[in-house]
């Protein structure tokens, strides 16, 4: 008889199901209303950073250089489309969500860590007659999923390596 495999760690069930609700909701409200203070001037940004203009030199902003960098990279790849930034920006989010559900795993089991994921999608905002905030190409939306990715490698080392916080490094 041969012996069952280990349970897999990975919960794959509740990122799963992150993953397709964040998927349906964002990609859902993708072609959504349209802000033109904010998503209008960084889309301009993006545009001005894709055709080769150099923030700060010939333009200001008060962004950091690392979001025209995306902005304008997708605009080459996808062509200048919020549409494209708006697939780009969905498909962070998602990862982001499934991040938080790796991580709410850890922490609080498999039957609770779909919970910060849903709750973190269901306070995106969405101004109804108007737009949805999480369309606009704010820094926040690739800085989260940064965070959250480090946390999640952050925890896997400590778990791995049972690092202890008393003892020194």
């Known amino acids: 008889s041969v012996p069952a495999a280990p349970p897999s760690r990975f ?17 859902l409200l993708r072609p959504y209303g349209f802000q033109l203070e904010d998503e209008g001037t960084l ?16 333009f200001h ?13 997708v605009f080459r790849l996808l062509g200048t489309s919020a549409t494209a930034l708006r697939g780009v920006l969905a498909a962070m989010n998602v990862a982001s969500a499934a991040l938080f ?11 609770l860590a779909v919970v910060p994921a849903l709750a973190w999608l269901a306070f995106m905002p969405v ?3 108007e737009f949805a905030g999480f369309n ?10 940064a965070w959250a990715a480090g946390t999640v490698v952050m925890a896997t080392v400590l778990v791995t390596f049972q690092v202890n916080e008393a003892e020194p490094v």
């Open 11 to 27: 919960p794959v069930v509740p990122v799963a199901l992150v993953v397709v609700v964040a998927a349906a909701w964002l990609m």
């Open 43 to 58: 889309l301009a940004w993006f545009d001005r950073a894709a055709r080769g203009q150099r923030p700060y030199l010939d």
């Open 61 to 73: 902003t008060g962004y950091t250089p690392g979001l025209f960098a995306m902005g304008s990279a």
């Open 101 to 111: 559900t790796v991580l709410a795993a850890r922490l609080a089991g498999r039957r």
């Open 127 to 129: 101004y109804v007659g």
């Open 136 to 145: 606009i190409p704010y820094p926040t939306w690739p800085v989260t999923l």
